[in-house]
């Protein structure tokens, strides 16, 4: 399903999310809004290494950020592999990896670095920098 947030189109793969697609629209444009902090959606994560690493991100904070090598030294696993991984998130947004950040600097972001930095300064957390 396609999704507008603060401006931007972002695909979403609604056969993941249990709930309906009004739902996750409804639960989307109030995170926008600043009325919700944390999704309220049942997600069915792929039996892959991106599901994985999904499961990881899922659990970084609202306003808070984690490198890739944070996430990679959890999964046993390189930086670029987690990654990688954060470019196939197939749940962008609701899965938040527009919060692992690189170690000095943002990474990058599916929906463009601009929406990866307008997302993180939504919700507060600190960055680190706009260079990759």
Same mark, same amino acid.
């Given at each position: 399903?396609?999704?507008?947030?603060?401006?931007?189109? !972002?695909?979403?793969?609604g056969?993941?999310? !249990? +709930?309906?697609?009004?739902t996750?629209r409804?639960?989307?444009?109030? @995170?926008?809004?600043g009325?919700q902090?944390?999704? +309220?959606?049942?997600?069915? @994560?792929?039996?892959?290494?991106?599901?994985?690493?999904?499961?990881?991100?899922a659990? /970084?904070?609202?306003?808070?950020?984690?490198? @890739?090598?944070?996430l990679?030294?959890a999964?046993e696993?390189?930086?670029?592999?987690?990654?990688?991984?954060c470019g196939?998130?197939?749940?962008?947004?609701v /899965?938040?990896? %527009?919060?692992v950040?690189?170690?000095?600097?943002?990474g990058? @972001?599916?929906?463009?670095?601009?929406?990866?930095r307008r997302?993180?300064? %939504?919700?507060?957390?600190?960055? /680190?920098?706009?260079?990759t």
């Open positions: 399903m396609n999704v507008r947030v603060f401006g931007a189109d !972002r695909e979403i793969d056969s993941l999310i !249990r +709930d309906d697609a009004e996750v409804t639960q989307l444009r109030e @995170y926008e809004a009325e902090t944390a999704f +309220d959606l049942e997600i069915d @994560y792929p039996a892959t290494f991106t599901g994985d690493v999904m499961r990881v991100i659990d /970084v904070p609202y306003g808070e950020t984690r490198p @890739y090598g944070d990679a030294a999964l696993t390189a930086p670029i592999a987690v990654g990688q991984a196939r998130n197939p749940i962008p947004i /899965v938040p990896c %527009h919060r950040v690189g170690a000095d600097s943002l990058g @972001y599916g929906g463009g670095l601009d929406l990866k997302l993180l300064e %939504h919700e507060g957390a600190a960055i /680190v920098s706009d260079e």
